[in-house]
């Protein structure tokens, strides 16, 4: 079975600093793995994903996720926050075919001017 | 772009209702998908579906029904609405291209049941 763990509920940034929000998952094949933003009263917005080749991949609105097989880890990163960068953040997994994602339990980003 | 569409962004209904969510997508995607979203808990599939006529049971379907009559139309009934269904219902659709494909979400709706 398929699983993912955001280990934290809330994330705190300053502005201008590093921005990491972690993710670990479990699958049996291959992972397809993705990221999404929620911005409150809104749908899920697609971030970026990985399906294979480099374990770095560059996103949308300057976030990055990298992967790593070794740790099961694919976590997301922005080189400098943002307070519009302040939403929840999901990351989800599946390993084949047109499976439906499987979603974390979500990881609140703050940054704070 | 695709384009997931949810009829209401918001409903108000009363116990034992009879309610229904509707999800259009407009890319002639195979795929469709019921989510629900409660805070601390993620995202939980409900029901999913690969084809017209076609549904599967996802992780949490007991007080739900689905329909799918049409290919870019997902619907999904609570058959009588109770106080624990009030969530954020999502709808997603994906093409059948694989686990690669991006799912892409709808807007939400925010039921509360009364």
């Known amino acids: 079975a398929q699983s993912v763990a955001q280990p934290e509920d809330q994330v705190n940034v300053a502005e201008g600093n590093p921005l990491t929000v972690k993710c670990t998952y479990s699958?049996?094949?291959?992972?397809?793995l993705f990221w999404y933003v929620q911005y409150p009263n809104r749908g899920l917005q697609f971030l970026l994903k990985?399906?294979?080749?480099?374990?770095l991949v560059k996103g949308s609105y300057g976030f990055e996720a990298e992967f790593n097989k070794s740790q099961t880890s694919f976590h997301l990163k922005k080189p400098s926050a943002l307070v519009s960068d302040s939403a929840l953040y999901f990351c989800?997994?599946?390993?084949?075919?047109?499976?439906?994602?499987?979603f974390g339990k979500g990881t609140r980003l703050s940054v704070i001017a | 772009d695709v384009k997931v569409t949810q009829s209401s962004r918001y409903l108000v209904k009363r116990t034992g209702e009879k309610v229904f969510l509707e999800c259009v997508q407009d890319?002639?995607?195979?795929?469709m998908f019921w989510y629900r979203q409660d805070p601390g808990l993620g995202l939980r599939l409900i029901y999913f579906?690969?084809?017209?006529?076609?549904?599967e049971k996802g992780d949490i379907p007991e007080g739900y029904s689905v329909s799918r009559e049409k290919k870019e139309r997902f619907s999904l009934i609570l058959e009588s609405a109770s106080t624990n269904q009030t969530s954020m219902y999502l709808c997603?659709?994906?093409?059948?291209?694989?686990?690669?494909?991006?799912?892409?979400f709808g807007p939400g709706t925010r039921l509360l049941v009364l």
């Open positions: 989800a997994v599946r390993d084949s075919g047109n499976t439906p994602l499987v």
């Open positions: 997603a659709s994906i093409p059948s291209g694989g686990g690669i494909e991006t799912q892409y």
């Open positions: 699958v049996s094949g291959n992972p397809y």
């Open positions: 579906s690969y084809d017209v006529k076609m549904k």
């Open positions: 990985y399906i294979t080749g480099d374990n």
């Open positions: 890319m002639d995607h195979e795929n």
